[in-house]
């Protein structure tokens, strides 16, 4: 029986086990879109699990959508993204840089332009934003045109080159939590009559576009992307073709021979069944919420080939062994989950630290 301490093979790469650091966003960048200082440290101590895949990333101004979220597309981002690869491959792991373009769950006061965001369509998520001033209604974004949708594409292949350049061993598309990628998908968010708009193909055509043209790049054994399908946060409904939506993109992108598919399940097991059979390749499940008696049940199952765990890497740095010996895990403060320093980000105790004091 496979088990979640067993190597695996992701790409072009061999991972000793197959328990992986799912994204989280910190907002503990610089306002510029430079990795904080503490990034590489932060990072660096969660270096035992299989992969790390970083928190959200923007490939351009226009991508940015909450405070103080990292970027990946000029000189500083790199040199400051370069100390927390490097410092991640130090103690042997592998770190994808997740490319993150949150559409319009954005806001102007948080972005290096201060523009209204863009999205397929000139339609308001209806929700909140936090920013520097306190919470923001989230203005009606500005609709891309046909030839923005397709820089907006050559923007993620440019932020793809990039990460590689700092040293990230690829990047996972962020085509989830109904940020842009999603945003096409939804006809709730995408009204578009040209050929991103209407039929399913239409809708995925962006979403394909993006992992081609990041495949040629880099190469699509650096290349992967994360799908939450079902997600129905801040607007999103993608309506009745939905499920018939992600077999289409998971078959196509099935064709781009990606490292992996992560997917962020929310219930419908059904679809998920079907992805995994559409799906050649590796895999990553992430069940948000997962109780600890149930980590390794998907690759045991053989469903999933990793698993991927949000808030219980985050307040354990030492999450692999944790599992392994069955110790007692540290509780995560979710006050800390979003900006600060230190505090609730890098002070975590590993087991033996704790067992010391």
Same mark, same amino acid.
């Given at each position: 029986?496979?088990?979640?301490?067993? $190597?695996?093979?992701?790409?072009?790469?061999?991972?000793?086990?197959?328990?992986?650091?799912?994204?989280?966003?910190?907002?503990?960048?610089?306002?510029?879109?430079?990795?904080?200082?503490?990034?590489?440290?932060?990072?660096?101590?969660?270096? &035992?699990?299989?992969?790390?895949?970083?928190?959200?990333?923007?490939? &351009?101004?226009?991508?940015?959508?909450?405070? =103080?979220?990292?970027?990946?597309?000029?000189?500083?981002?790199?040199?400051?993204?370069?100390?927390? =690869?490097?410092?991640?491959?130090?103690?042997?792991?592998?770190?994808?840089?997740?490319?993150?373009?949150?559409?319009?769950? &954005?806001?102007?006061?948080?972005?290096?332009?201060?523009?209204?965001?863009?999205?397929? $369509?000139?339609?308001?998520?209806?929700?909140?934003?936090?920013?520097?001033?306190?919470?923001?209604?989230?203005?009606?974004?500005?609709?891309? &045109?046909?030839?923005?949708?397709?820089?907006?594409?050559?923007?993620?292949?440019?932020?793809?080159?990039?990460?590689?350049?700092?040293?990230?061993?690829?990047?996972?598309?962020?085509?989830?939590?109904?940020?842009?990628?999603?945003?096409?998908?939804?006809?709730?968010?995408?009204?578009?009559?040209?050929?991103?708009?209407?039929?399913?193909?239409?809708?995925?055509?962006?979403?394909?576009?993006?992992?081609?043209?990041?495949?040629?790049?880099?190469?699509?054994?650096?290349?992967?992307?994360?799908?939450?399908?079902?997600? !129905?946060?801040?607007?999103?409904?993608?309506?009745?073709?939905?499920?018939?939506?992600?077999?289409?993109?998971?078959?196509?992108?099935?064709?781009?021979?990606?490292?992996?598919?992560?997917?962020?399940?929310?219930?419908?097991?059904?679809?998920?069944?079907?992805?995994?059979?559409?799906?050649?390749? !590796?895999?990553?499940?992430?069940?948000?919420?997962?109780?600890?008696?149930?980590?390794?049940?998907?690759?045991?199952?053989?469903?999933?080939?990793?698993?991927?765990?949000?808030?219980?890497?985050?307040?354990?740095?030492?999450?692999?062994?944790?599992?392994?010996?069955?110790?007692?895990?540290?509780?995560?403060?979710?006050?800390?989950?979003?900006?600060?320093?230190?505090?609730?980000?890098?002070?975590?105790?590993?087991?033996?630290?704790?067992?010391?004091?």
């Amino acid at each position: 029986m496979t088990t979640v301490f067993d $190597s695996v093979r992701l790409g072009r790469y061999t991972l000793p086990n197959r328990l992986v650091m799912a994204p989280m966003t910190r907002s503990r960048a610089q306002f510029d879109g430079t990795p904080g200082e503490l990034a590489a440290t932060y990072y660096a101590q969660r270096a &035992s699990v299989g992969l790390i895949v970083t928190e959200g990333t923007q490939p &351009s101004d226009d991508g940015q959508g909450y405070l =103080t979220t990292p970027g990946i597309y000029t000189d500083a981002h790199v040199a400051g993204w370069k100390k927390t =690869t490097d410092a991640v491959h130090a103690k042997g792991g592998h770190i994808f840089i997740q490319l993150m373009h949150a559409g319009r769950m &954005s806001h102007p006061d948080n972005t290096p332009h201060h523009r209204q965001g863009v999205a397929p $369509s000139a339609i308001a998520p209806g929700t909140g934003m936090f920013t520097a001033t306190g919470m923001q209604d989230i203005p009606a974004p500005r609709a891309l &045109s046909t030839e923005e949708v397709r820089q907006t594409v050559a923007d993620f292949a440019f932020s793809a080159r990039r990460a590689v350049e700092a040293g990230a061993d690829g990047v996972e598309i962020h085509g989830a939590n109904a940020y842009l990628i999603q945003q096409f998908f939804a006809p709730s968010a995408n009204m578009r009559t040209d050929e991103y708009g209407g039929s399913i193909e239409n809708r995925a055509r962006f979403a394909i576009e993006i992992a081609q043209a990041i495949a040629k790049e880099i190469g699509a054994d650096r290349t992967a992307i994360r799908l939450s399908p079902g997600t !129905t946060m801040w607007g999103i409904d993608e309506g009745e073709e939905g499920s018939d939506l992600y077999r289409y993109l998971v078959a196509e992108l099935d064709k781009v021979g990606l490292a992996y598919v992560h997917v962020m399940h929310q219930g419908n097991e059904p679809l998920l069944a079907d992805i995994r059979k559409l799906w050649k390749g !590796t895999l990553i499940l992430n069940r948000p919420s997962r109780p600890r008696e149930q980590i390794g049940a998907d690759v045991a199952s053989g469903l999933a080939n990793l698993e991927a765990y949000g808030a219980m890497v985050l307040a354990n740095p030492d999450f692999v062994e944790r599992i392994k010996t069955k110790a007692p895990m540290n509780e995560p403060h979710r006050e800390g989950f979003f900006g600060g320093a230190e505090k609730f980000y890098i002070d975590y105790p590993t087991l033996r630290e704790a067992q010391g004091a």
